[in-house]
C-alpha cells in the first residue's frame, strides 16, 4: 500500500529494501492483482529478472537466515505472489541434501528464477495437527518410484516447475522432487482467501519418477523437515511483518489526512490507541522474527522453542494488526479497488499456514513436558 | 606512552574480585524481592543496607562513571560493566525501590539541572547511602497530567513556602528526599509556572504518612506539607522550568521502569516455561489441560517478546532511528499489556488454587501478591493511555488532541475544569 508516512529502515535493509523495490517494471501490486484476478498466473519475466539480480533465489551458500529475512520482509510489503518462501526452502533442502547428480542443475535454475519450486507444507509428517498428514505413498520400484495419492493445498502448484512432498515410504516417509509435467500429476483448484496465492490440490496416480527425485536417503524426511520448518517460519514471518508494516503505514497516512468533526480522525483517542498497539505488535514480531532467525543461524539449542513461539505470536498478531487497519480505513477498506483486502487476505492466510497459533503453543509446552 | 584504557579495566575488575569476595556475601538464590515482595522493608532492614553502601562507596565502587567532584570515581562504562559482571553473584546493598529510584532518577535530574553547589552538597551523600531520595512526583489532584499539579510554593525571602500535598510516593518513608514539583506561579499558562525543590522528610512543616496498599504491605505514602520552609539554594533547575526538567524526570523514571533496556544489547533467551503457571497447573490438576496449556504458552512467548523487543530497540536506537528515546515507551506499554494478561492467566489456570492456599504457604501468597502487583506497570510512572499519546505523537506522527488550556493561564484551566464537571459545556 502506499503512503506518505515516512517509512525507518534500519542500515542493512536499506540496500535490499531499495534493490526489491527497484527491480518491479511493473507495480508489485499490479503483479498481485494480475494473480489475484486470475488473469495469467506467475510474471515468469519478472521472476527471471529478479533472479538474474540475485535477489530471487537467496538461502544459498554463506547466507544467513536472518539476512534472507530482510529480503523477505521487503517481499511481504508488496504481497509478494511468488512462491518466494517455498522456492527457497527447495534450494535450502537441496543444497543440503548432498551432490546428488542433477541437484546442482535445479539449484543453478532456481537461484537464478528461471525454475520455480513448491512445498507441500500443509502434508508433513507430525506436524500441524490431523488431518494434515501425509497421503501420499511411495513405492520403490526398479529405477525408481511409483508414487500415489494427494496433497492437501500446495502454492502455485500448477505454475511452478517442482514440488518437493514427503511420501509414506514403508515405514517411514522420503522426501521427493516432483516434477510437475510428469504423466499421471494433475491439479485440482481450490478456491483461496489469499487470491495472491492460489494454491492447488496435487493428485499423483500411478507417477513414475527416476532414482534422482529421491531427496536424501530413504527416510531422511522427518530430521529433514524439522530443518525446512526452521527455515521457512522466520521468512514466513517476514514477509507477515512487512504486510504488517505495509498496512499499518497506509492506516496512519489515512488518520493523518482524513477530516472527521472537524479534526483528523488520527486525534482520536481511539483511533491513535488501536495504531499504536499495532505498531507495538509489529515490532514485538520482529523481535520475535529476529531472536528466532538468530536461534536457527547460530543452532541454539532453543531454536526449535523460539521459532513455534515468534510463529505463534505472529500467527496472532497479523491477524489483529490486519483487523486495525481495516477499522481505521472504514469504508474505504470495503472496496475491492483498495489494496487493503490483498493484505488482509495475505496475512489470514499466513497466521493459518506452517501451523496455527494454538498448534505452535503446545509444541511450546510439549517441549518443556518434563517440568509440567 | 598512552595507559592501555583495557588494561586499565582489566586491573579494576580483578581489584573489585577480590573486594567483592573479602567483605559481601553470596547471594543465595532465595532472596525475597527487594521492592513489592512479601516481606515489609523495616528502617532497620534499610539501614543495615545503608551500612553496607557505605562501605561500597568508601572502597571506590559507588558512582563508577560519575565525575569525582560528586563522590564518583571518573572511570568509564566498561569499568562499570566490569564491576557489574564482578557483583552478580554477590547481594548487593538493596534499598528497595527508593534506592533505585535515587540513582537512576533523582541523580540523574541533580546532575543535569542543579546549580553546582547543590550538587557537591547532595550526590556524594546519594552515592554512599546516607541521603535515599524518592519522587515527590504526583499530587493528589494530579497524576497523568504531571504539570497540573497544585502543591504550590510561595516565595519569601531566601526560601520558599510549601504547601499542597503529594501521593503514592514509593519508599518515602525511609527516604531522607524527595524530589519535588510544585507550582510557583497561577497566573501563567500551566506548562510555565512549575519549579522543582528538594523537600527533606524530616524537616518543619512536611508529615510522611505511609498508606497501606491493596497488598496489605506499606510501601508508598502521602506528605502533607503546612508551611513548610524551603531554602531557595535547594531548588532545582530555574523558577518557572519546573516542566523541562520534568522531562528529564520521566524519561529516565521511564527508563528504570522498563527494566529490560537497561540490558542493553544482551541477547535474551527464553528461560524456564512461565513457572509460576506451570506451578499453578500443576497445583489445580490442569497440567494436561489444553487450554491451560495454551495460556502457557502465550504468556511465555509474551514475557519473552517483550524482552526481545528491548532489545530490538536498543538495537534501533543505536541505529539512529528518528524517534530516539521515545521508542522506550513501546517497552513500558508492552509490559503494562501483558502484565495484566499473564496475572488473569494464572487465576483462569489455578482456579481455586490460586485464590486460596494453606496457610504460611509462601509460593500461593506470592501468586496473590504477583497478581495485585499486576498493574503497577500499566498505572505507576504513565499509564498505558499514557504511553500510547506519547508513541502516537512522537513515533507515529499522529496529530495531537486539541489543547482545550491553550491561551489559558492554570488558574483560568483549573475554573473552567471544574465547570466542566458540573456539565456546564
Ligand atoms: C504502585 C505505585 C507506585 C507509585 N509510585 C510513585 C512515586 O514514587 N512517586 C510519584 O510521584 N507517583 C507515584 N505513583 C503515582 C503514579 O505515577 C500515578 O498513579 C500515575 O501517573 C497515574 O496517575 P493517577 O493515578 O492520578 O491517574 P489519573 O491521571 O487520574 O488517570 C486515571 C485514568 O485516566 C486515564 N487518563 C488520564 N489522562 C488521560 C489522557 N490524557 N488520555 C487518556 N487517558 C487518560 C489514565 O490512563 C487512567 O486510566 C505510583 C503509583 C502506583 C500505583
Redesign the interface.
Known amino acids: 500500500m502506499t503512503s506518505d508516512?515516512?517509512v525507518?529502515l534500519?542500515?542493512e535493509e536499506r540496500e535490499p529494501a531499495e534493490a526489491i523495490a527497484g527491480l518491479a517494471g511493473s507495480s508489485p501490486l499490479d503483479r498481485a492483482r494480475a494473480v489475484g484476478d486470475g488473469h495469467g498466473g506467475l510474471d515468469r519475466a519478472f521472476i527471471r529478472s529478479a533472479g538474474a539480480a540475485g535477489r530471487y533465489g537467496c538461502i544459498a551458500g554463506e547466507e544467513t537466515i536472518a539476512r534472507a529475512c530482510i529480503a523477505a520482509e521487503q517481499w511481504g510489503r508488496m504481497v509478494a505472489p511468488e512462491p518466494w518462501i517455498e522456492t527457497n526452502v527447495v534450494i535450502e533442502t537441496l543444497s543440503r541434501a548432498g551432490p546428488a547428480p542433477g541437484h546442482a542443475v535445479i539449484v543453478a535454475s532456481l537461484l537464478e528464477g528461471r525454475e520455480l519450486a513448491s512445498w507441500a507444507s500443509n502434508n508433513l509428517p507430525g506436524w500441524w495437527g490431523s488431518g494434515e498428514g501425509v497421503r501420499v505413498e511411495a513405492d520403490a520400484v526398479a529405477g525408481g518410484f511409483v508414487l500415489n495419492g494427494e496433497t492437501g493445498a500446495v502454492p502455485h502448484a500448477d505454475s511452478v516447475d517442482w514440488i518437493l512432498l514427503a511420501a509414506m515410504d514403508g515405514g517411514s516417509f522420503s522426501h521427493f522432487l516432483l516434477p510437475t509435467g510428469t504423466a499421471g500429476v494433475s491439479f485440482e483448484p481450490r478456491e483461496c482467501l489469499d487470491l495472491t496465492r492460489p494454491s492447488q490440490t496435487v493428485r499423483l496416480d500411478q507417477v513414475r519418477l527416476g532414482a534422482a527425485a529421491l531427496i536424501g536417503a530413504r527416510g531422511s524426511a522427518p530430521a529433514e523437515i524439522a530443518r525446512q520448518v526452521q527455515v521457512a517460519i522466520p521468512l514466513a514471518l517476514s514477509q507477515s511483518i512487512g504486510a504488517m508494516r505495509a498496512v499499518t503505514e497506509g492506516a496512519?497516512a489515512h488518520?493523518?489526512s482524513r477530516i472527521a468533526f472537524g479534526?483528523?480522525i488520527?486525534?482520536?483517542?481511539a483511533?491513535?490507541?488501536m495504531?499504536?498497539?499495532a505498531?507495538?505488535g509489529i515490532?514485538?514480531?520482529?523481535?520475535?522474527r529476529?531472536?528466532a532467525a538468530?536461534a536457527v543461524d547460530e543452532a541454539?539449542d532453543?531454536a526449535a522453542?523460539?521459532v513455534s513461539?515468534?510463529k505463534?505470536?505472529v500467527a496472532r498478531t497479523g491477524i489483529d494488526v490486519a483487523h486495525v487497519a481495516w477499522q481505521v480505513l472504514g469504508g474505504m477498506a470495503y472496496m475491492w479497488e483498495n489494496d487493503f483486502h490483498l493484505y488482509l487476505r495475505r496475512l489470514t492466510a499466513d497466521a493459518a499456514f506452517l501451523g496455527s497459533e494454538?498448534w505452535?503453543?503446545?509444541h511450546?509446552?510439549a517441549l518443556?513436558e518434563r517440568?509440567? | 606512552m598512552l595507559p592501555d584504557p583495557q588494561a586499565d579495566v582489566q586491573e579494576f575488575r580483578e581489584t573489585a574480585r577480590a573486594w567483592l569476595a573479602q567483605n559481601l556475601e553470596r547471594r543465595s538464590g532465595q532472596e525475597e524481592r527487594s521492592a513489592r515482595g512479601l516481606t515489609h522493608r523495616t528502617i532497620e532492614d534499610i539501614a543495615t543496607q545503608r551500612a553496607l553502601q557505605k562501605r561500597v562507596y568508601e572502597a571506590g565502587f559507588a558512582g563508577i562513571t560519575w565525575p569525582v567532584e560528586y563522590g564518583g570515581q571518573g572511570l568509564t562504562a566498561d569499568h562499570e560493566a566490569a564491576f557489574l559482571d564482578e557483583s552478580e553473584p554477590y547481594a548487593m546493598p538493596d534499598m528497595g525501590i527508593a534506592g533505585v529510584v535515587t540513582i537512576k532518577v533523582c541523580a540523574e535530574v541533580i546532575l543535569r539541572h542543579a546549580s553546582e553547589e547543590f550538587k557537591r552538597r547532595h550526590l556524594p551523600k546519594m552515592l554512599s547511602g546516607e541521603e535515599i531520595w524518592v519522587e515527590f512526583f504526583s499530587d493528589s489532584a494530579a497524576g497523568s497530567d504531571l504539570a497540573g499539579v497544585v502543591t504550590t510554593a510561595v516565595r519569601d525571602g531566601d526560601d520558599w513556602i510549601l504547601n499542597g500535598e503529594k501521593v503514592w510516593s514509593s519508599g518515602a518513608y525511609y527516604a531522607d528526599f524527595g524530589l519535588c514539583l510544585a507550582r510557583t506561579n497561577w497566573d501563567v499558562a500551566k506548562h510555565k509556572g512549575l519549579t522543582w525543590f528538594a523537600v527533606a522528610t524530616t524537616q518543619a512543616g512536611v508529615t510522611v504518612e505511609p498508606l497501606r496498599e491493596i497488598t496489605g504491605d506499606i510501601e508508598f505514602c502521602r506528605e502533607t506539607f503546612d508551611d513548610a520552609r524551603i531554602p531557595d539554594s535547594e531548588r532545582i533547575g530555574e523558577e518557572g522550568s519546573g516542566w523541562q526538567v520534568a522531562q528529564t524526570a520521566l524519561r529516565f523514571e521511564r527508563e528504570a521502569s522498563s527494566g529490560s533496556l537497561t540490558t542493553g544489547t544482551k541477547i535474551p533467551r527464553p528461560g524456564p516455561l512461565a513457572p509460576d503457571l506451570v506451578e499453578l497447573a500443576r497445583r489445580a490438576g490442569r497440567s494436561d489441560d489444553s487450554h491451560a496449556r495454551q495460556l502457557i504458552a502465550k504468556a511465555h512467548a509474551d514475557d519473552f517478546a517483550s524482552r526481545a523487543l528491548g532489545e530490538r530497540l536498543s538495537r534501533m536506537m543505536a541505529a539512529g532511528h528518528p524517534a530516539g528515546g521515545a521508542l522506550i515507551s513501546y517497552v513500558k506499554l508492552a509490559r503494562g499489556i501483558v502484565e495484566p494478561v499473564h496475572a488473569k492467566a494464572a487465576i483462569e489456570i489455578g482456579g481455586a488454587a490460586a485464590v486460596t492456599w494453606p496457610q504460611g504457604d509462601r509460593l500461593g501468597a506470592t501468586f496473590a501478591l504477583d497478581y495485585l502487583n499486576s498493574r503497577v506497570t500499566a498505572i505507576a510512572g504513565g499509564t498505558n493511555e499514557i504511553q500510547r499519546n506519547t508513541l502516537g505523537e512522537r513515533v507515529l506522527g499522529l496529530p495531537r488532541e486539541p489543547n482545550v488550556e491553550q491561551q489559558l493561564t492554570f488558574r483560568e484551566s483549573q475554573d473552567r475544569a471544574r465547570g466542566l464537571s458540573k456539565g456546564q459545556g
Open positions: 508516512f515516512p525507518w534500519a542500515p496512519i488518520a493523518r479534526r483528523p488520527g486525534s482520536f483517542q483511533v491513535k490507541h495504531l499504536v498497539d505498531s507495538l515490532e514485538m514480531s520482529a523481535a520475535l529476529d531472536a538468530r541454539q532453543d522453542e523460539i513461539m515468534a505463534a505470536f494454538a505452535h503453543n503446545e511450546v509446552v518443556h517440568s509440567l
